[in-house]
């Protein structure tokens, strides 16, 4: 069992930046794939950027590109998404996952954490 706790959420203006810490309680974290999804009310959780087990590949959503970045710490066992020049269509609750495969989809994934709210204003 993985458990998964995010942070870094928060309000902020349109044009500013967060980091989002996703802390991973396992001791084979670099055997995991991690992704960082995002879903609105109504709609579908959708992959934003994932990252192999040990950071040699990464993805993110041509949405995001330039805008994110994802990052990982396999000594901390901690997974980051840099976002910068956020807008207001970036709100939404952020969740990370931990899966085997690098791939991109949600059922792709195992483990997940609660979310992290990140509201962005106009």
């Known amino acids: 069992q993985v458990q998964l706790v995010e942070s870094g959420g928060g309000l902020v203006q349109a044009g500013g930046s967060l980091r989002l810490s996703c802390a991973a309680s396992?001791?084979?974290?670099?055997?995991?794939?991690m992704g960082w999804f995002r879903q609105t009310p109504g709609k579908e959780r959708e992959i934003v950027a994932s990252?192999?087990?040990?950071?040699?590949?990464?993805f993110h959503a041509d949405s995001v590109k330039g805008q994110f970045s994802v990052s990982r710490d396999n000594a901390k066992n901690i997974l980051y998404l840099q976002m910068n020049n956020l807008k207001p269509e970036d709100t939404a609750v952020y969740y990370c996952?931990?899966?085997?495969?690098?791939?991109?989809?949600?059922?792709?994934?195992?483990?997940w954490g609660r979310g992290t709210q990140v509201t962005v204003s106009s």
């Open positions: 396992t001791r084979y974290f670099n055997t995991y794939t």
């Open positions: 990252i192999s087990g040990r950071g040699g590949n990464t």
């Open positions: 996952a931990a899966g085997g495969i690098f791939r991109q989809t949600a059922d792709s994934y195992d483990y």
